[in-house]
């Protein structure tokens, strides 16, 4: 209590820092471009495994580097300006200045404190090249693509041996995942609008990552702060948090005061892309009177969310004055809160959306800074009930529209889609999406399954997750235990976060990417040899395996032992497989035939059997009239 | 301390007993045999929903009707035996003694407590019907079938107005889901060996419950003490609270000493089918040496569990000796404890397994007792790398031989099916089971859909049982969260079972279940009219719901709020949805053509301009030699 206070002394946001078990923080560098570091994990195994670490894709940024100097005061390197500058197009300038109500006109003690240090934002020349999507179709590779071509490979230089029979065992429905990510590749598949890589040029601190459905399945977890709780401190080290487990992305869905000041340090010390609803801002600048909404005050909010880094904006701009009547029948009505915002506007004018009737003005201020589309679904079905009908079909059909134009002006481009649809009405889903606008990157909340399991939406929707995955969904966005019925605290995130990598890895697994299996593979042989250090360090939530393992069995020599607490010591189905494979190693080719004939003769006597009594059968009771109950 | 104690008073197992919140236990009576009671649950809602109480299956026993008197020393009350006394065929007799080696061996403080209660056991008379099998096929109803059908249409006496409609719209891949099920339904479905009801004539306490393709999607949620832990109390507890949140069978997968006293407590307290793994018990009674067993110690401890009720034997009799090689290449090798124990004993034997050699032998027992089969999947994949290979669909096609063969002997079969598959491999399991089996029903553990998430596989395998459930699988086996970890306690028990309502519920809408959607619906609507209550006592777990509401708002207020914890009290989607409604219902039709015109001219109007950027498209900026970087 008596020691000196320093500016940077109190208020600095806690983060979670330090390497996942048995992990190491590994960089490698593109041939191509070698002064690009490209993070991996690396997790070792236990000598007696024999085998090489296994190394797996890692959104954690520089937190678990151990040899990391982490100053949350200070934000994240700023590595992508050099980049950004070396490449050209673009100016440096004053930007729009803070005002009071960016941050919900909060004031003294409420005001959230400013992050300490100012940036001066960029933003393309006229008529220069400022989109990886503009580059892509001019044919130029950027250092981005560059730098997610090697992050796909997990740094390897070249294919797997077996990549080619991975892919063609898999079923990725037209999909074309190739064995091995080139820059080229990647350069293709953004000019064609399949794949996006979000990265503001205002977000020099980001690590960039691709989203598209010929790459590995991503996925974003929601954090912000509400009108009824959390902090800043709280939401930084959310994201933290979430990228710390497996997000690809997060999106920063903040409402109430202090907006502006936790967007700013969030993006300054985020290695992943951040995503906004620019509308939820522009809303509290109105005082929450959707009516009172203006042009000029989105198009402010967007100009200041484009110069902080903001790296994907989610716009409400299919929902059209005439297809708000579709959702007067509904269950649940229009759960999106952007799309019933804008339904209130267009409602209280009676005229159409002026985010639709703005939608080349929006492209054009979201090209200069090459933030991403993310074309919201404001109608989505928020009920079973609701699920595929013409509100959600109507608003799919515009957001292809929409993405045409975007794409027109040189912006890069993903849909949103649903919500709340049972098992059979999924893919129909992908097929509309991928036609509807031209293959852009679909992004899912979910889609849930069910709604009887408040409480378990994080499953009801990963089952969902799972499947459009599988079916060509290129992001998939978590939905965590607390959906529907409050906020997520920290376990509800990674619980969401930990779901969602089960989902997208289940469909990399199932779309066949090449090298998907290699951690199931490395994992269940730990889990047949007994190396249950190993188990849980591959596992993607080592700790809770660890301590669900130690809760029935706490030792530290159950860890060796060469049996688990379902079967006990005395009996173990693992040890007898090993018996198994020196039998069969000692089989000689006369031996195997010799088997494979008794077994073909045994067979025969068993069906003719079998013949026998299905001849017999029924006739071996008295035969009682139809429908006589006993 | 002082009050004296009565046998009674101590050791008896505490249960969990009393309604779920807001619910009625309900019984209706057949019309055809109204002296049968079948149980349902009731949920009411508040009276601003202005909508009947909410009926829904109900697994639960007696357990949760307050009026039922409770005393788990007596055992539930044996209201079948007196159908099947009057059914005849059968006759009482003294049945086995009670061996040491039935208890492991286990004496004096060691040997967990008898059960207070003595019954003697039904067997079927030489040449008579006992099985429902048999009577499905002599064309005779069992109370049984009207019980099961009274219970899958939870007591309507007539189909719903829709239920065409809603199957036309579910895709059932094949299945034959009828709009209203009839007890005529139900003896045809058994008839054709399609649907069971595991159903032992010594179980007398049992509320029957029908598994096929064309009903509800059943779960099963497994139990037993191990080796290393737990007891008589526990296990009693765990199949209580187990059916309280909606396991629609149990099994007791007891190893160690005690298993003959811990299951009699668990059978004689059932409302739900036990089901168990009886080489388990056989392999305690050769003290765990697997080379030991012979097909008498099987035999006698098929007859012991027989005469105590066990309702379907998982029997691993498609392990073959020649097909135990198959598997020496596996990642995971055998994980069936069943298949492992069958397959040490015919590698030490060089013998084929007498489990397929007595094959015959066995149905004659069972059948005696209308004990069904659960044709274990021995050979069953433990890795996503081991997923349909040749060991496993070996197996599979002796399944289908015994299953013909088990028909023809009058029994009731079920098959059993994996484990570990990844989703794109999923379908063909069902396909193949379907035609091997001819449409026996199947009965799958998940399957986990990686292998890269111990501690959440409920969660990975949740995803694949939704989708095996979907496409045709009739029962569910839970994996708790402990899944290849430890034993469950009571919390993952519930997680597990709730895991599984939800992948069996998801299977029942997708199949298009004519009654499926309407606990949705229901819990659609309260949501969307902020009946907070109802919308907990209509989730699968409403303890949780509500929780998890009361960490973010706690106060009592707030259930009755307009608003939810997610958007605040300032905005709120659902409040505009409400305006959107009273919009549309004042539109006048002129209004509404209006509107489509406006929208149609407006989409012409942008299709245009996006035509025009695009022939303008990548014109703009001067072109760069291909793949320059920069």
Redesign the interface.
Known sequence: MNKPTKPGDFDAPKVTTGALPASRKVYSRPA??PDLAVPHREIDLHPSANEPAVRVYDTSGPYSDPTAEIDVEKGLPRHRRD?LL???GLEEYDGRDVKPEDNGGATGKYLAREFPVKHMPLRGLP?Q?VTQY??A???????EM?YVAERENLGRSQALENARAQIDQ??SFGADIPEFIT??FVRDEIARGRAIIPANINHAELEPQIIGRNFLVKINANIGN????SSIEEEVEKMVWATRWGADNVMDLS??RNIHNTREWIIRNSPVPIGTVPIYQA?EKVN?V?EDLTWEVYRDTLIEQCEQGVDYFTIHAGV??????L???????????G???M??WM?AHHK?SFL?DHF?DICDIMRAYDVSFSLGDGLRP????DANDAAQFAELE?LG??T??A???GCQVMIEGPG?V???KIKINMDKQLKACGEAPFYTLGPL????????D???S??GA??IG?FGTSMLCYVT??E????P?RNDVKVGV??Y???A???D????HPAA?L???A???A??EFRWED??N????PE??R???????PKDAHKVAHF????????C??K??????D???G?SENE?LD??K??AE??KG??E??R???N???E??I????????
């Open positions: 191509r471009d980049w070396a490449r050209g008529g090249m503009e580059f179709k001019a044919g130029i590779i950027t250092k560059v898999g079923n820059p080229e509400s009108a009824v709780a409402t109430g809303l929450g959707a059209r004055l005439a297809y708000i009547h959702t007067a029948k509904r269950v649940c009505g229009i759960v999106s809160r799309g019933s915002i339904a209130k409602l159409e639709y080349e928020g009920a079973i009930a515009t529209e929409l045409k134009i794409w027109a002006k709340h049972p098992m059979h399954v069910t709604d009887i399991a408040p409480g378990y994080h499953i009801t990963g089952i799972a499947m599988w235990p607390k529907h019925l409050g906020l605290d930990i779901t990598r089960i989902a890895h289940a469909a697994l199932a779309k066949g299996q951690r199931d593979d994992l269940s042989r889990r047949f188990q849980f591959l596992a993607l939530d809770t395996a301590d669900f393992h130690d809760q029935t069995l688990c607490s379902m079967c006990g010591p005395k009996f189905s693992m007898i497989t090993a018996e198994v494979r039998y069969a190693a089989m195997r088997l494979e008794q077994a045994a067979r068993m069906e059997k079998s026998e009594f299905l017999k059968g029924g071996i009771y035969h009682a009239p139809k429908d006589r109950q006993t």
